[in-house]
């Protein structure tokens, strides 16, 4: 389950650089590109921060070939899938809903504190996408009013919650993930936000 977990996120994160890219009219060397560093960013970062090298996608080609696949077929179904532009944070959402709880279980794998194990869930969610948005000259998500680290955040929590109850260990990891994309979706839908620091 938590392989298939890091694959669907792979997946989904690599769908949503294809869909940024396209929106910014990159070539299709530049399309790949944003839409490997989306998908394979954050798990990067998270497996150089606890030592785990090289890195899953090094060790594992199915991660690249994910991403290939999928970029070709997001590309070639664009007119298909075109329609998601304007909800472009589903597949974002999935995203982090997936990668937390993996970030969340590498870290447990580690040895590491539950607090040290959310904030790795939390990199590993996140970072990707502020790696894309950079690239594609966005201001990344993590950092703009939305709720979008804080769901990540609320979702390890749930997750070391659950986990002392007498909870199969594969459902931990889907309500977990669910409860990070459901506060996502919620916080869109009815425009909730963390409060200005400014005036």
Known sequence: MFYII???GTLAFSISG????????????????IAFVTAVGGGTLR????????????KDMTFVY???ISTILAVIFKSKIDYLRKSLFLFDTIGIGLYTVVGIEKGINAGLH????????TMSACFGGV???ILCNEIPVIFR??????????????YFIIKRLPIEGNL?????????IIIRILAVKFKLRLPNLYR
Do not use: H, Q
């Not at 009219?25 to 590109?33: C, E, H, K, N, T």
């Not at 539950?114 to 869930?121: E, K």
């Not at 931990?172 to 990070?180: D, K, S």
């Open 66 to 68: 994910v991403v290939l």
């Open 47 to 58: 497996d150089v921060l606890i030592g785990d090298t090289p890195v899953s996608w090094m």
């Open 131 to 133: 790696i894309r948005d």
């Open 114 to 121: 539950p607090i040290i194990c959310i904030a790795l869930g």
């Open 6 to 8: 890091d694959i669907l």
């Open 145 to 158: 009013k939305e709720v979008y680290a804080t769901a990540c955040i609320l979702g390890g929590i749930v």
């Open 18 to 33: 294809v869909l940024i890219a396209l929106n910014k009219r990159m070539d299709a060397f530049g399309v790949l590109i």
């Open 172 to 180: 931990v990891f889907i309500i977990a993930g669910l409860v990070v």
